[in-house]
């Protein structure tokens, strides 16, 4: 397996799948991140694929625990007053090196474990099915625990129920509904998300301004079409701008409502307010 790897993706559902086959795990509101064990380091990957180990540091300490050839799917979120705060993750993302341990020494982060797609031992398991990957998973973390820790899991919708109504005072946003059987399969919606707020996602195909600093991106909805987002507040500008960087853009783009943007070919995927696209544009709220 190559740094960086295609990760499983979900689609935003409204209410839970259908079938006796689904098992719900708690979506905690951080950053999706990828923990490579390696040899003789650790290295941690953005959903995008870029490498993000600096910014998450206290994470890949933590990671050198784990025996060599490890690779986990996770999130890594940050806890405040009791709390799951995606703003303080959104800023330790966002931030310098230095400013991350700064954060980190205030609020350290914690790495949601939710999949595994290398064992020490077994190798490459993607094509294990999700309750094989989620055991070998549970064996790994347990005798490791904090802050490296597997999320819980059940089939039993009551039970499911109770997380998504209780636990959203917690920082708690949603779902993530998995089959059994299913193998992990990277760039596919192969989960279902089933989340409090109205939102949905689209993936970054070109910008306007700065690409560093870029004031809106151009958004590919479900349908194919392309819409602009609203003016990009500063945090969430410098931290699409790190993906945009060093991408090769073009001119000649044009959005759905006529106003032109520069092109990039694989750009993030971002969350947006449902429904705020009908106009042209969309208010993006963060960066998936």
Known sequence: MEFPVSLALAQAVQSPPTGRDWYAEPKMDGHRLCLWRLTDTVRLQ???G???TTVWIDLAVAGMRLPPGTVIDAEAVIWVDGCVSFSAAQSRGASTPTRARALAAVHPATLAAFD???????????????LERRALLIDLLEPIGPPLQVVPSTRDRDVATDWYTLLQAQGLEGLVWKRGSSLYTGGRRIWRKQRHADTSDGVVVGFTGPQTRPHAVAVLLDDGTVVLSQRLPGVLSAELGAHLTGQTARAGGRARNGETYREVAAGPTVEFLAGSGRHGVVTVTRLR
């Open 50 to 52: 870029r490498d993000v």
């Open 46 to 48: 953005s959903r995008a």
């Open 116 to 130: 595994l797609l290398q064992h020490p031992v077994h190798g490459d398991v993607r094509t294990l099915t999700y």
